[in-house]
T-cell receptor, first 114, second 114 residues
Framework: SAVISQKPSRDICQRGTSLTIQCQVDSQVTMMFWYRQQPGQSLTLIATANQGSEATYESGFVIDKFPISRPNLTFSTLTVSNMSPEDSSIYLC???????????FGPGTRLTVL | GENVEQHPSTLSVQEGDSAVIKCTYSDSASNYFPWYKQELGKGPQLIIDIRSNVGEKKDQRIAVTLNKTAKHFSLHITETQPEDSAVYFCAAILVSGGYQKVTFGTGTKLQVIP
C-alpha cells in the first residue's frame, strides 16, 4: 500500500483567508483524489487531481474555490480559498494502489474556520 | 447515479460478540466493494474488499459477503475487541478500464464495550 502524508495535519484559520494543503505519496501513482469529510459525515469527493492537466471537479465544487495542483506523480496540493465557517471539515488526500482498484487515504487535514 | 445505504448508523456490542454492518447499493454495474475503518483523528484505512465475481471473503476475524442479486454486501467482525471501536464505511465502486466511480456509505460507529 502507498504511504501518504499530508501537511498541515490541522489548522485554525480566519474567515476570508486561504489555506493550501499538501499531499505527498511515497511512490508514483496515476490517480490522486481530494475528499472532504464534514464532522460526523461520510466522504465526499471534491476532485480528481490530474498530472499535467486541470483537475476534474465533482458537482458542487469549482476550481475558483478549490484550486488543485498536481505537478508530478507523487505530489498534489488543494487550496481552500476565501474560507467561511462552512468550510470547516477534514480534507483527505487519496490515491489508487498499483492494483488499480484499492484506494488509500492520507491522515487528513482538520480545518477549522472561525 | 449510485446510491449506497449503510445500516446501522451506530452499533454497540460486548467484547467477544460479533458485529454485522450492512450496505445496499443501487447501481448493478458496481463491481468492487471495499470496507474502511476510520479511527478518531485518522484517515480511513482499507480493511477488506470484495469483487463482484466473489460471494464471500475472509481475513482472520473479518469477513465480507456480497449478494449481487439483492445488491447488498455486509461486513462481519467476530470476537470483537475494544480496538475494533471505530467508524466503518462501505463503498460501491464502478471500475471500467481507466475509470473509477466511488460512492461511500454513510458510516457506522462501532463501539465495543470491554
Amino acid at each position: 500500500s502507498a504511504v501518504i502524508s499530508q501537511k498541515p495535519s490541522r489548522d485554525i484559520c480566519q474567515r476570508g483567508t486561504s489555506l493550501t494543503i499538501q499531499c505527498q505519496v511515497d511512490s508514483q501513482v496515476t490517480m490522486m483524489f481530494w475528499y472532504r469529510q464534514q464532522p460526523g459525515q461520510s466522504l465526499t469527493l471534491i476532485a480528481t487531481a490530474n498530472q499535467g492537466s486541470e483537475a476534474t471537479y465533482e458537482s458542487g465544487f469549482v476550481i475558483d474555490k478549490f484550486p488543485i495542483s498536481r505537478p508530478n506523480l507523487t505530489f498534489s496540493t488543494l487550496t481552500v480559498s476565501n474560507m467561511s465557517p462552512e468550510d470547516s471539515s477534514i480534507y483527505l488526500c487519496s490515491v489508487l494502489g498499483l492494483a488499480g482498484n484499492e484506494q488509500f487515504f492520507g491522515p487528513g487535514t482538520r480545518l477549522t474556520v472561525l | 447515479g449510485e446510491n449506497v445505504e449503510q445500516h446501522p448508523s451506530t452499533l454497540s456490542v460486548q467484547e467477544g460478540d460479533s458485529a454485522v454492518i450492512k450496505c445496499t447499493y443501487s447501481d448493478s454495474a458496481s463491481n468492487y466493494f471495499p470496507w474502511y475503518k476510520q479511527e478518531l483523528g485518522k484517515g480511513p484505512q482499507l480493511i477488506i474488499d470484495i469483487r463482484s465475481n466473489v460471494g464471500e471473503k475472509k481475513d482472520q476475524r473479518i469477513a465480507v459477503t456480497l449478494n449481487k442479486t439483492a445488491k447488498h454486501f455486509s461486513l462481519h467482525i467476530t470476537e470483537t475487541q475494544p480496538e475494533d471501536s471505530a467508524v466503518y464505511f462501505c463503498a460501491a465502486i464502478l471500475v471500467s478500464g481507466g475509470y473509477q466511480k466511488v460512492t461511500f456509505g454513510t458510516g457506522t460507529k462501532l463501539q465495543v464495550i470491554p
